[in-house]
């Protein structure tokens, strides 16, 4: 590892690997990963990732989107996310990603909860690890790109407002100083530090205690993404995700009594209070 790269990223997600592969190649680029360049979230996705078949669309999409984050979502990036939605699914199939398609060769739309109509695409129930796999292939054929896995941040260099490097423990358990014109943060969430969590637990959140600690701004980490469906676990170990595109499909949830309690596509954070109303009786 060298003292000195133009660009740090810490992280290798879908966010840190696009991120990579969309700087000038010109640019030396240091990117780190916790653990094995596997062990992210972006791996574990399930059901899918949602676009904008259809322009028509447009209208719809925004207003699930800006329900689903009770309106307090940034207007401006819900708008970019919608409209560079069908690039960015170009995009990635370009790297070879596969998303399944209907029987005459047309890419084939599921449903999933919040979502008043079809438009997600998934590769079987194992979209993240489709995705992610190319993604992190592609970053791996850059040569501006130095990937060192079992690497972890545990300091940011901050002067004046401005951040000039990291501090990181490497792959071999040393302490090393590294300096950056530019320092991205894909670090991903903080569902490593619940007791039941279908999360890595390696991600706990450290970045962003780092961030708080420098005074750098952070926004909406009230909201943290509470999945509604889980398999049943009495082992200690990361649970299994059972994906909202089930319940898009037509999937029900029962009470203790076998009878139906609520609609199965509400936003998750409104199913996941139905369902703990029914833990509690
Ligand atoms: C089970 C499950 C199913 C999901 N299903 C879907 C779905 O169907 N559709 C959907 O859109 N989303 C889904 N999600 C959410 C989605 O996976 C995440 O929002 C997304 O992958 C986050 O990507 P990321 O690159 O930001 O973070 P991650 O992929 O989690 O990557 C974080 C990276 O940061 C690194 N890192 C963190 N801290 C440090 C540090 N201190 N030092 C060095 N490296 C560090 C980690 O090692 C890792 O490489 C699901 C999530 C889970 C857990």
Sequence with gaps: ???SYDVIIVGAGVAGCFAALHLPPDRQ???ITKEDITECDSYLAQGGICVLKDPSDYDAFFEDTMRAGHYENRKESVDCMIRSSKDVIEELMGYGVDFARNPDGTLEFTREAAHSTNRILHHEDITGEEITTHLQAAVKKLPNVEIHEHTRMVDLLTEKN???????IDEDGKLQVVFASHILLATGGIGGIYENSTNYPSLTGDSLA?????DIKLEHLNYVQIHPTTFYSEKKERRFLVSESVRGEGAV??????ERFTDELLP??????????????
Excluded: T, Y
């Design 253 to 258: 949830l029962r009470d203790k009594n076998g």
């Design 1 to 3: 590892m060298k003292k």
């Design 268 to 281: 998750r954070d409104l199913l996941s209070a139905e369902i703990l109303k029914q833990m509690a009786k």
């Design 29 to 31: 680029i240091l990117m």
């Design 162 to 168: 401005r951040c000039d490097g990291i501090v990181l």
């Design 210 to 214: 780092l961030c708080l600690k420098h």
